[in-house]
């Protein structure tokens, strides 16, 4: 297989709710819109397996089809229009601080259950797996690593929930909205002590994580990505701390919702799944200063949250550096300054003199020549995390699940969604890749000794030993209504004795037809070797699942080109 310095951290070898009253239910209803197939161009059968697989979360035959019948162009606008995935049954379990101590005491794993992130955990990767609106999911998820919030702190299901549904919202619309969507809901203001932050001492943590971590950035950066220098050379620095100071003053004055009926100074009954309330006898209303604009003396508070989201949209620094986040999670980790530029643009405007359209962004990124032109530079491509590694290779084979044997292996792959350890998530963007001078590859921070083998272990378990009773594919009975997890050989077993046929689907989805003729040939003699004489499809089966072991513990396949 081809040299790879992503992987140098290590890599396999290639040949080596409620009980009683509330009913969980997936939403299963699509708004794909009927689409009109003009003439489309020829989209080659590796460039739309390279988009599947930094569209969704894993290519399979049909989504590469799909691409080949709509074009590029018309496939994005096909996903841009679709919306299949919910957590809105999720937001409404009770999320009462006592319940499972008083009305839900009785009932197994009701803090699991009610003051968790397991529920949403496996609603996001039942949505990941077989839900359609695979690029909103995507972005989503980009978006949400950018600005996190973690069970950790935050132990509300409900409101978690509510806070993945933001970004499923928000995926394709305009960043902004996103951003005060965020800044106002229970669970960030829960993680980052935005609630109730009084004007005697203005908490600090979310006005300081919105310019580090949320939008522009603690460094100068040119519209091609590129830092700004002084005079000196030094860095220019985007802020200071009393820009800090001055946005925390304008962020007072908000409190949780309560439930009906229920008087502000109840914390017991604090509603964490509506957006904030306003609490005007904690608010500064005085004038504030920062980043060059001044808001004045007896703006109202949400003048105060509109002129923060609004000078932060004009930065200079906030289009490249969302920019490249959006690429660092779909395409690479090395984008080109031309590439950041290029897409950048659309960020800053999308043509129609609007600042901060996803959708034009997104597009932009997907379309330019550089995410269309396989990469084979020794820098390029992206390791796949361990949540992306397990939706690839279960997609790859066929799975069906209701997410839960996704919960056990995120844990054991050090990346539990929805259990970020901090606010700079699971891995930070410009995370160097250890002993590469200039190179970046943020989730190789996650690649210690200990987990290269535990990746190595789940590629194994969930093929080679994929079809036996495994625990975690278990149906989890504690938890009402739910599923289980099961892997559908039936479409390999159909190849029968055709390995070149088998070859070939994993070529084309696993790897974007890059495979060499000497790593196919090596392919078809280990395939070839696996023989068993109780039917032709259990050979065919333990054929396939040898050769997807192969391929998927390699750095072909850990690694996006």
């Known amino acids: 297989m081809a040299n790879n310095t992503m992987l140098a951290a290590g890599s396999a070898s290639v040949l080596a709710v409620t009980a009683a009253a509330v009913t969980l239910t997936p939403s299963t209803s699509t708004t794909t819109p009927a689409t009109t197939v003009a003439a489309v161009a020829p989209v080659a059968d590796a460039d739309a397996a390279r988009l599947a697989r930094q569209a969704t979360f894993g290519a399979t035959p049909a989504v ?90 935050t132990a509300n299901t409900a409101a978690l929930a509510r806070y993945q549904q933001i970004f499923l919202d928000g995926a394709f619309g305009n960043f902004s909205d996103l951003l005060k969507a965020v800044m106002m809901s229970g669970a960030m203001a829960n993680y980052l002590d935005m609630a109730n932050s009084d004007k005697t001492a203005p908490n600090e943590n979310l006005a300081r994580e919105m310019l580090q971590l949320f939008s522009i950035g ?52 604090w509603d964490l799944v509506p957006p904030m309330i306003p609490n005007p006898t904690a608010f500064d209303n005085g004038a504030k200063t920062f980043l060059g604009t001044t808001i004045p003396a007896g703006a109202s508070q949400q003048a105060n949250i509109d002129a923060v989201v609004r000078r932060l949209m004009i930065d200079p620094s906030m289009s490249p550096r969302i920019t490249r986040i959006l690429i660092e999670a779909l395409v690479k980790s090395n984008p080109t300054p031309e590439y950041i530029n290029r897409a950048s643009h659309y960020f800053r405007t999308n043509g129609k003199g609007v600042t901060g ?73 410009d995370f160097p890749l250890p002993g590469v001078k200039n190179v970046i590859s943020p989730s190789s921070k996650l690649m210690t000794a200990n987990l290269v083998l535990e990746r190595h272990n789940f590629v194994w378990q969930w093929t080679m030993s994929g079809d036996s009773a495994r625990a975690e594919y278990a149906t989890p009975t504690w938890i009402p209504n739910a599923g289980t997890t099961a892997e559908d050989w039936s479409s390999w077993e159909a190849f029968g004795s055709d390995v070149d046929g088998m070859i070939d689907r994993i070529n084309l989805t696993m790897l974007a037809n890059q495979m060499t003729t000497a790593q196919r040939a090596a392919l078809k003699k280990a395939m070839s070797l696996v023989t068993d004489t109780t039917s032709d499809a259990l050979q065919a089966r333990r054929r396939a699942q040898t050769g997807i072991y192969i391929v998927a513990s390699s750095p072909m396949f850990q690694i996006d080109r």
């Open 64 to 153: 590469i089809a799909r691409i080949k019948t709509l074009g590029i162009d018309g496939w994005l606008d096909e996903q841009f229009a679709t919306k299949s995935s919910s957590f809105t049954d999720l937001v409404a379990l009770d999320q009462r601080k006592s319940y499972c101590d008083t009305d839900g005491k009785a009932i197994t794993n009701c803090f699991r259950i009610y003051s968790d992130s397991v529920l949403p955990a496996m609603r996001f990767y039942s949505n990941a797996l077989g839900n359609d609106d695979q690029l909103r999911q995507r972005v989503a998820l980009a978006l949400f690593n950018m600005m996190p919030v973690s069970a950790n702190k």
């Open 218 to 269: 603690p460094d100068a950066i040119n519209a091609d990505g590129v830092g700004r220098k002084d005079a000196t050379g030094a860095a220019q620095m985007n802020y200071t701390t009393k820009d800090v100071t001055e946005i925390a003053r304008a962020l007072t004055g908000w409190t949780y919702a309560r439930w009906p009926g229920v008087n502000v100074t109840q914390s017991e009954s």
């Open 357 to 429: 359209d996803l959708q034009a962004l997104v597009r932009a990124i997907l379309t330019d020549p550089e995410a269309r032109t396989p990469d084979t530079a020794a820098k390029g491509g992206k390791l796949k995390d361990p949540i992306l590694l397990q939706l690839a290779l279960a997609r790859a084979i066929g799975m069906k699940s209701d997410g839960y044997a996704f919960t056990v292996r995120d844990v054991q792959m050090g990346q539990q969604y929805l259990r970020t350890p901090s606010v700079f998530g699971d891995y930070p963007a």
